[in-house]
C-alpha cells in the first residue's frame, strides 16, 4: 500500500514539472492508405513520332481492345499472347497519357512489363515519368530503372516505377524506349483522392534539338560524305565480286561523265566494311557461328591487298589527284570492327600468352568475357595500325573505325556498354573517331553519345521494307532530335525498277526537306550499284549516279 502511494505522488510530481518532463505525447494520425487512383481510367497511347504503316500493322496482333487495358487492374502473367498485354514493337518510344479524373495526391507510379527473351521481347533499361495539374505545364519526375539484368531469358515480370512522388496531379504521363517489342499489362498510380501533396513545378524546357551531325566536322572525322564498301567472301561468281579494284573505286573518288572521265571529287570518306557471311559458316555480325581469329586475319588481309581495297583506293585516289589536279586531297579511310561474339569460347590467342581468348559469358562469367573481348579488339585495332603504317599510304588518312554490329546486344550480355565505351576510349587515345549506323531504332540509337560513339547515323530501312515515305520522316525528325545522321539506302533494283528507283529519291527528296541534304551521310550500296549507275546506257540508271552526286554536293533539287 505505501509503496503504490508513493508511486502515485511521485508521478503527480513529475507531471507538474514543467520544465523537466513535456506533456503527453498525443499518437500520431495513421497513414493515408494509398489506393489505385488510375483503376479504370481513361489514357492516351502514342508513338512520338507518326505511327509506321508496316509496324503499326505488326504490332496490331497485340491491341488495346478497350482502351482500359493497362489500367483495368488485369495482369498476363508470363504469356505474351494472354490478352491483357498491349504489345508494341520499335517506333522509338510510346507516351501513355493518364486523365485521373479529378486532382489528387499522386505517390507511387508503376509499370509492369514483360521480358521474353527469345521471342524478343525486352524490358525498358529506363522509364519517364511527369506529372500536371492541367494537361499542359508537366514536371519532370526522376526515372524509373529495370532492377533485372537485360540478360534474363525469362518470361519474367517486373513493375519498373518511382515512389515518394508527394504531388498533386490529375493528369500522369509514362513514358518508354521501344527498341524490339515491349509488353506491358498494367499502368498503376497509387495515392489519395485528397490534395495534401506539393503541388508540381513545371519542368524548364529540355536542351534544344541536336541536330544531324556537320559535314566535315572533327566528330565525323573531317568527313562530308561517305560510302559502303564491303569486302568478303562470294560463294558465286564472279568470286571476287565483292571486292574493289582501282577502276571499280573510280566513279566514287570522282564524279566522272558518261564518257567516264573525272570533273570533280565525289566521296570523300571511304567505309571498308566486312561482308558478313564466311565460306565456313561463320559471320562477322551478331548471326550464325562466331568468327575467331583466323577470320579476322582474313579481312585484314583482303583490306591490306596492293590491287585491292586500300591498295586499289590508293591508287585511285592518287590518278584523281592528277587529273583534277589537287595535289593536297586525301581520301579519308574508316575501317569496321567485326562484332566480338559472346559465345566464342575460342576466339585464338591475341596477346602471346598462349591462351586462346574466351568471350563466352556462359562459361567464363561476365567480367573474364569482358576482358577477353577488350583483348581482341585492342589486337585488331593494333594490327590495323600496323598494317597501315607498314603500308605507307600517301594519298589517305584513316580517322576512325566502324562498330559492325547494329544493334547493342544487351540480351546476350550486361556489359555491352562497358565494352563499346572502352572501345570508344581506345580508339580516341590511338587519335581515331568511332561511328555507328544502327538499323531501324535499334536497340541502342538513342544513347549512343553516352556510349562513346562519335557520329551515328540511323538506317530507315525505306528502300527494303512495305511501308510508306512517310517513314523517312519519322528517321529525320528521330535522327535531329537525338543527333544522329540519316544513311543513304539503295540497291541495285534501282538501276531497272522504277518503284525502287523513286524510293531511293524519296531519300534524297527528305534530306532538301528536312536538311540532312547538307550533313554528313552515307551511302549504303548493294556492292556496286553506283558504279553500274555510272557506267550504264540507260538514262535512267546514269540518273542515279547523277543525283548522288548533286546531293553529295549539295545542289539536289535546285
Do not use: C
Not at 497485340?62 to 483495368?72: N, S
Not at 565525323?220 to 564491303?230: D, T
Not at 599510304?393 to 540480351?411: D, H, K, P
Not at 529525320?476 to 529519291?505: C, F, H, I, P, W
Request: aromatic fraction near 12%.
Amino acid at each position: 500500500m505505501l509503496k503504490r502511494t508513493l508511486l502515485s505522488l511521485l508521478a503527480a510530481a513529475l507531471i507538474g514539472s514543467a520544465g523537466t518532463i513535456g506533456p503527453v505525447q498525443a499518437k500520431s494520425a495513421p497513414e493515408p492508405e494509398l489506393v489505385n487512383l488510375s483503376l479504370g481510367k481513361s489514357y492516351t497511347l502514342e508513338t512520338p513520332y507518326q505511327l509506321d504503316s508496316l509496324f503499326g500493322k505488326t504490332e496490331s496482333a497485340h491491341p488495346d481492345d478497350t482502351g482500359r487495358q493497362l489500367t483495368d487492374g488485369e495482369y498476363g502473367g508470363t504469356t505474351f499472347s494472354n490478352p491483357a498485354y498491349v504489345g508494341r514493337i520499335w517506333q522509338g518510344s510510346r507516351i501513355v497519357t493518364i486523365d485521373l479524373e479529378n486532382p489528387a495526391t499522386v505517390e507511387d507510379i508503376y509499370v509492369n512489363f514483360l521480358q521474353d527473351n527469345p521471342n524478343g521481347i525486352f524490358f525498358p533499361l529506363k522509364v519517364h515519368f511527369s506529372v500536371s495539374l492541367d494537361g499542359r505545364k508537366w514536371e519532370k519526375l526522376k526515372d524509373g530503372r529495370s532492377a533485372l539484368p537485360t540478360t534474363l531469358k525469362g518470361p519474367a515480370t517486373q513493375k519498373i516505377g518511382i515512389s515518394g512522388i508527394h504531388k498533386q496531379a490529375r493528369y500522369v504521363k509514362v513514358e518508354f524506349p521501344v527498341q524490339s517489342w515491349v509488353f506491358l499489362d498494367e499502368i498503376e498510380v497509387l495515392g489519395t483522392p485528397d490534395l495534401s501533396g506539393k503541388k508540381p513545378h513545371p519542368s524548364p524546357a529540355g536542351p534544344k534539338q541536336a541536330g544531324y551531325p556537320k559535314k566535315g566536322s572533327k566528330q565525323a572525322g573531317g568527313i562530308n560524305s561517305q560510302v559502303l564498301l564491303y569486302t568478303g567472301e562470294w560463294q558465286y561468281e564472279p568470286a571476287d565480286w565483292i571486292s574493289f579494284t582501282k577502276e571499280d573505286l573510280k566513279p566514287y573518288v570522282a564524279y566522272v561523265d558518261e564518257n567516264m572521265n573525272r570533273k570533280d571529287f565525289m566521296f570523300d570518306g571511304f567505309l571498308f566494311l566486312q561482308y558478313g557471311p564466311l565460306l565456313n559458316g561463320a559471320n562477322y555480325g551478331a548471326s550464325a557461328l562466331p568468327t575467331d581469329k583466323e577470320d579476322w586475319e582474313l579481312t585484314l588481309g583482303r583490306l591490306f591487298r596492293d590491287q585491292y581495297e586500300l591498295g586499289a583506293l590508293e591508287e585511285a585516289v592518287q590518278e584523281a589527284k592528277a587529273d583534277l589536279k589537287n595535289r593536297k586531297y586525301k581520301a579519308k579511310v574508316v575501317i569496321s570492327i567485326p562484332y566480338p561474339r559472346t559465345d566464342q569460347s575460342d576466339f585464338g590467342d591475341v596477346d602471346g600468352d598462349g591462351i586462346s581468348e574466351n568471350m563466352n559469358v556462359q562459361e567464363v562469367g561476365e567480367e573474364a568475357a569482358l576482358q577477353s573481348r577488350k583483348k581482341v579488339v585492342k589486337w585488331y585495332v593494333d594490327e590495323v595500325y600496323k598494317r597501315w603504317n607498314e603500308a605507307g599510304y600517301q594519298n589517305m588518312e584513316l580517322v576512325g573505325f566502324y562498330w559492325y554490329n547494329e544493334f547493342l546486344s544487351r540480351q546476350t550480355t550486361v556489359n555491352e556498354d562497358r565494352l563499346l565505351q572502352w572501345v570508344a576510349d581506345y580508339v580516341h587515345k590511338k587519335g581515331a573517331k568511332l561511328q555507328w549506323i544502327p538499323y531501324y531504332f535499334a536497340r541502342g540509337w538513342d544513347d549512343w553519345k553516352a556510349n562513346g560513339f562519335d557520329t551515328a547515323l540511323m538506317q530507315p530501312n525505306y528502300s527494303f521494307h512495305n511501308t510508306t515515305v512517310d517513314r523517312l520522316d519519322t528517321i529525320a525528325q528521330a535522327a535531329y532530335d537525338n543527333g544522329l545522321g540519316v544513311e543513304m539506302e539503295l540497291s541495285d533494283a534501282v538501276l531497272t525498277d522504277l518503284a525502287a528507283r523513286n524510293k531511293y529519291y524519296a531519300y534524297l527528296d527528305k534530306g532538301v526537306e528536312h536538311g540532312y541534304m547538307n550533313s554528313f551521310t552515307a551511302f549504303y550500296q548493294q556492292v556496286k550499284t553506283l558504279k553500274k549507275a555510272a557506267e550504264s546506257a540507260d538514262p535512267a540508271a546514269r540518273e542515279v549516279y547523277d543525283k548522288t552526286y548533286q546531293f553529295i554536293k549539295g545542289t539536289y533539287g535546285q
